[in-house]
Structure formats: C-alpha cells, structure tokens
C-alpha cells in the first residue's frame, strides 16, 4: 500500500542528490526499521571468541531488538529475539552470563540456549485447580531464532530466513577482504569503546564510504602519512547492489607531498610527545596499510597499520545512533604485537585523535540537516553515476551514491525493488 512518503519526491534519479529530510523523518525511519534491519539483510551482533565456552551468552541488537548471541552445549552459536513468549520481556539484562538456561524474571517462564522453551511454573495448576490448556504446546512458545552465520569468528544474523549466504550477499570482492582481516586464526577481544552520536545513523556508512574527507578533516591521518588523498589507493564496490564496499590505501614516505596541495590541515612538522602509536610491524602479505570494509547498512571492520576493530551502528531513531568498537586482534599474537594494537587505539577510537574529529561533524550535519529538511546534499564528486572508479581513483562519492539506490530500492515503493 503506497502511503504519503511514498509521494515524497527525491531531487534527482540519479542520486547524486540526497533529501535532508531522510536524516530526520520519523516515518522514513520506521519503514528503515521494518524494510533494512529487520529484512533481508545481515547485521553483525559480535565475535564468537566473546562467548568461548559451552553456556555463554552475550547481549547484542538487531536494529533496534535486544536479541541474544548464545553457545551452546556442542559449541553451537545461536541468536534469539530477547523477549520472553509469555508477556514481552527481555529475558536477560547482563551484557555476558553463562548457564544451561535462560529464565524470565517475571514469572519464570526457562529456555535452553536454543530458545526452546522448557520450564513453564504451574502449568499443571495447584492441587488440580488452574494450569494451562491441555493443548498448550511448550514448542510453540520458545524464543524467535534468526538465521546465524559465522565467518571465521565474526557472528552475523539477519531475521529473514531468505536472506542470501554471507559469501553471495557480500560479492567476491567485498568478501575477499572481509576474510582478509577474519582468516580464519583464532580472535581475542582487547577493549571496547561505546559512544551515543546526535545524528543519524545512516551518516555513519556515508562517512566509511568517503574516500576523501579525511585528507581534508582528520589532522594526524594527514599530517602522519596514515592516509592522505594522493597515496596509492582503491575503491571497490559489490557490484551488484553498491551498497558494501571497500576504502583500502598504502602510506606514502613522509617526505612525499605531491598533491597535497589543497590539503589545508596538513602540519608538515606535526609530532606526539610520545610517537609510538604510530610504529607498526608488516603484518599481511600485502603492503596495505589502511583498510575499510562497509557492510550494508551499518557494520564496518577496520585494518589501519596494527590496529584491528569493528564498528557496529546500533540506531537509537532518526536521529540518534550509538556506535559500539570492539577491538580486536589474534590469540596467536605476542606481545609486543598485542601491545601495539592497544596503542594504536588511542588514534582511532571514540574519543580518538582521530575519530572524535568525525563526532563533531555528524552533530554539526544532524544540527543542519533538522532545520532544513526541504533542503538537498550533493553528492556529485566523482559524477553522478554508481559505476565504480577508475583503479587509483580516490576522489569520488560513487559508493555514496551506490549506497541510496540499493536503500531507494529497498525503501520507496516508486522505484524498482
């Protein structure tokens, strides 16, 4: 059924024009909430290494629903909706527990780690007087599971039961680096970050996506040589959706600075009193020394230098998200490796030298973008087009523009789904 915002136009066909009005409108966001997150897509709810051991289980969401990542007595990982069968309630409230049974504290109805409902009080009734139905059928009432994939430690879960394998929802690009970074060693979690963000939520992934702005905002990537505009440099996107893509970059020397011209942030003499988050190791076969992988709609996993983590964006309503860093690194991994690891967040991270650059700007647009919802962004750098650059070609916001027609497709009945 069409409804009202449906009719809502977009300036342009080609999306290289974005409303305002699709940062802020509650109705938009609901429909995000119902059609993206809670539709045929894979959100990412944790690692594996966070539950290890028979009977863990940790909280996570899916949109905006507590759900539950579990593992069970085999080794199992499971996800189920966090809300009891019987009169609504999350089940849990501990970020991590460990047990053979999950119970509700109202009235006690018991899962097992799958969901499965095994522990009703008084389902027979007292002295023969009261009890449940003799049809009452515990199966029926356990706890929605979501379909569960794990890609080499990394946990994804989606509530569509069609939803494509990982692999084909990625694209072979996108999940060649993906499997880049998860190789299959085993994970250990090193910290965790957790910021509120006045702004909405789709801001994150557009700023993943944007090649160029850090050459322009972020004074220690530039003035560091951690990433800069004219270093070697790709762009990939899925190119069947445009929606995931991958940002990935090798450091130049720092005496190199030709076409850093516009780069007004640039301090060619800028120094920390302490430089060692800023020493690093060859860790890969390659000589990437950045890498960004997006993930439709809101996860990323970052390589810059040592430095490993993932962010997920959990939304808070149109314009509030919160976004959760888990950084991590390999249980193989030494000492010394581990420590530099830890350093290196202290530049990437939410009150970062670097990320907390990011922050302020997503408020400043929220602040805009509120009060003029009849006006348009430009997304036109690069062109108007999806296609994706040519190889070496940073300056572009086609995996912007890639990002809206797939979320127009999903989300407004006038174009083709």
Not at 210 to 230: E, N, P, T
Request: charged share 30%; with cysteine.
């Amino acid at each position: 059924m069409r409804t009202e915002l449906d009719e809502r136009p977009w300036p342009s066909e080609d999306n290289s024009r974005i409303p305002n009005w699709v940062y802020s409108d509650p109705e938009n966001y609901r429909r995000e909430l119902d059609r993206i997150f809670y539709g045929p897509f894979w959100s990412f709810v944790g690692l594996a290494c966070e539950i290890p051991k028979p009977g863990d289980y940790m909280r996570s969401v899916v949109g905006e629903k507590s759900v539950l990542v579990t593992r069970a007595a085999d080794g199992e990982i499971g996800v189920v909706l966090n809300i009891c069968s019987h009169r609504g309630l999350e089940v849990c409230r501990d970020k991590f527990g460990n047990g053979k049974e999950l119970m509700c504290p109202y009235h006690q109805w018991t899962y097992d780690l799958r969901g499965n409902l095994i522990g009703v009080p008084f389902r027979r009734g007292v002295k023969g007087k009261g009890g449940y139905p003799r049809d009452f059928d515990p199966a029926a009432h356990g706890l929605r599971r979501l379909r569960v994939e794990t890609v080499n430690g990394a946990v994804f879960a989606t509530f569509d039961e069609n939803a494509p394998a990982m692999r084909d929802y990625l694209g072979e690009q996108i999940w060649g680096r993906l499997t880049r970074v998860f190789d299959g060693r085993e994970l250990e979690v090193l910290g965790y970050h957790r910021q509120r963000v006045r702004a909405n939520w789709k801001l994150y992934p557009e700023n993943m996506k944007d090649s160029y702005h850090a050459s322009l905002l972020h004074v220690f990537l530039i003035s560091f040589g951690l990433y800069r505009i004219d270093q070697k440099g790709e762009l990939l996107q899925d190119p069947r959706t445009r929606a995931h893509n991958v940002v990935s970059s090798i450091r130049n020397d720092l005496d190199d600075v030709v076409g850093t011209e516009e780069m007004r942030s640039l301090k060619r003499d800028f120094q920390l009193n302490d430089m060692r988050p800023l020493a690093a190791v060859k860790e890969y076969d390659d000589d990437i020394t950045i890498q960004i992988v997006t993930m439709f709609p809101g996860f990323t996993v970052q390589q810059q230098n040592n430095l490993l983590q993932c962010r997920n964006v959990i939304v808070k309503g149109p314009e509030e998200f919160e976004l959760v860093w888990t950084f991590f690194g390999y249980a193989d991994d030494d000492a010394d490796l581990r420590r530099r690891r830890v350093r290196m967040a202290n530049l990437v991270g939410a009150a970062g030298l670097i990320s907390i650059d990011d922050t302020e700007v997503f408020e400043f647009s929220r602040a805009g973008m509120s009060a003029n919802p009849d006006r348009t962004c430009v997304v036109e750098l690069g062109g108007r087009g999806i296609e994706p650059p040519v190889a070496g070609d940073m300056v572009s916001e086609g995996p912007i523009r890639g990002f809206y027609d797939l979320y127009r497709r999903i989300m407004y009945d006038t174009r083709e789904s």
